[in-house]
Nanobody, 118 residues
């Protein structure tokens, strides 16, 4: 079993930056993809970005060029650096991971709130 704990959320003004971090623990040797989802009030959960074990990344178009996902396979962490934040980025952000090379995630963090004010 893998446990994931996010940190770094908070309140920021539009145009500002935040860095989210996620620490994995437990049986971490088999972790393959890692990613970040978000869910805004009244909205469906949305995949923001994911990164493979080898470092290949993918982003939803709305954050392309503003967000950067990265991982450290020694420390078992994944991060999301967010720049030029917009009010529509406001959501609970969740860290996710799996043991397979696919965009279906089995392990989830508790979420961290990101609020962007105008």
């Amino acid at each position: 079993q893998v446990q994931l704990v996010e940190s770094g959320g908070g309140l920021v003004q539009a145009g500002g930056s935040l860095r989210l971090s996620c620490q994995a623990s437990g049986i971490v040797f088999g972790i393959n993809y890692m990613g970040w989802y978000r869910q805004a009030p009244g909205k469906q959960r949305e995949l923001v970005a994911f990164i493979t074990r080898g470092g290949r990344t993918n982003y939803t178009e709305s954050v392309e060029g503003r967000f950067t996902i990265s991982r450290d396979n020694v420390k078992n962490t994944v991060s999301l650096q967010m720049h030029s934040l917009k009010p529509e980025d406001t959501a609970v952000y969740y860290c996710a991971a799996n043991n397979a090379p696919r965009v279906v995630f089995d392990f989830w963090g508790q979420g961290t709130q990101v609020t962007v004010s105008s």
